[in-house]
């Protein structure tokens, strides 16, 4: 991402960031939850409840201090939200910094890899899951309704698409590669 | 020179897949294919072994107090990148625990000739989570197969995918 680009990101974000200040951290779902499964609903980014549910998934994010990053689904929400932060994670190269998306979409993936992934809401395992390394999400900033275009690589690109597979009802087990890429969980830096 | 399957299992503990290599190496046996894993604190080993040895003598070489070994002579039927007939697929199933889960599956994939060549599953909390490698004969209706595996899977409480397998070719 370009000096430009991430200042823009960051303006927008700071102004979205007042807008929903105030959020509640949730209880976090674990699977088989049948709300995990469930394909969530796009929203109005500028609508209160969605504010309110932003400000919510952002506090939950903070709260839980070993993810990087949620979807709406795993608060109770079917809601096409996520919020991720990757900026101190080992594996991070991009960041776009503390960041909540409505209706995020993947315009444009490549340069594939597999990458160890676990998840806040399967507790205890990681398994190998092949994701696009380079990726383009656009979205809009709830509060403000601003459109966003996200350029990301690495373990961000990762926690991004990890998190987008969790808005059509996919966890990371829906992608594991063979019986032998299943583990349990040694470490806490996964998606 | 004879092809051997020798299993061991044991309490795990540092130490245990070093004795029974060293075992090996000592008759000079030649592991050709091996997998180990721990399941609830033991440790579970197959390997496929070629020498001189025959299965007897073996085990008489692997046998030690805090393991249980077998070892038996077998046909090995081995084929590297021939034109098996078959199709990769990675099955991956994950719901509430109950029994019967891989009974139901396992039947689903047999009936239509398809063969699990590597599983795994694992139990974290409630959530109970099955991935299988299976390959199709070419003649499956991989369609009709995926319905009546999404049936199955709903009688579960289950979530079901079926996907061909990643090409790992480069």
Do not use: A, K, Q
């Given at each position: 991402m370009n000096e430009r680009s991430k200042q823009t990101i960051r303006r927008s974000s700071e102004r979205s960031e007042r807008a929903i200040r105030h959020g509640t951290p949730r209880e976090v779902l674990t699977a088989p939850h049948p709300l995990l499964s469930s394909v969530a609903e796009p929203v109005d980014p500028t609508d209160p409840v969605v504010v309110a549910a932003a400000a919510d998934l952002l506090a939950t994010l903070r709260h839980?201090?070993?993810?990087?990053g949620l979807a709406a689904s795993q608060i109770g929400l079917r809601l096409r939200l996520i919020a991720f932060d990757t900026r101190v994670h080992p594996r991070g190269r991009s960041s776009a910094g503390e960041l909540v998306v409505a209706n995020p979409r993947l315009a444009r993936a490549s340069h594939w890899d597999h990458g160890r992934e676990g998840c806040a809401s399967i507790p205890g395992l990681t398994a190998d899951v092949l994701r696009a390394t380079r990726i383009t999400v656009h979205g809009h900033l709830p509060g403000t309704g601003e459109a966003v275009t996200i350029e990301a690589d690495a373990f961000e690109a990762r926690c991004i698409q990890h998190q987008l597979d969790h808005l059509d009802g996919l966890l990371f087990l829906d992608r594991v590669p063979g019986a032998l890429s299943l583990h349990r969980r040694l470490h806490s830096c996964d998606a | 020179m004879g092809l051997s399957a020798v299993t061991v299992l044991g309490v795990d503990r540092p130490g245990v897949i070093a004795a029974v290599t060293g075992s090996l190496a000592d008759c000079g046996a030649n592991i050709q294919d091996s997998t180990m894993t721990l399941l609830g604190g033991h440790v579970a080993m197959m390997l496929l072994v070629s020498g001189d040895l025959d299965s007897a003598e073996l085990l008489k070489r692997l046998r030690a107090p805090d393991l249980v070994v077998t070892a038996s002579a077998i046909e090995a039927r081995r084929h590297f990148c021939e034109d098996g007939g078959g199709l990769g697929y990675v099955l991956t199933v994950h719901g509430p625990d109950r029994p019967g889960i891989i009974s139901a599956i396992s039947a689903v994939l047999a009936a239509d000739g398809?063969?699990?060549t590597g599983m795994s599953t694992r139990l974290t909390g409630r959530l109970y989570v099955l991935i299988a490698d299976v390959e199709l004969p070419k003649e499956v209706d991989v369609a009709a197969l995926m319905r009546r595996l999404a049936a199955v899977g709903a009688s579960l409480d289950s979530e079901i995918t079926f996907r061909p397998v990643e090409p790992d070719l480069l």
């Open positions: 839980e201090s070993s993810t990087t | 398809g063969n699990i």
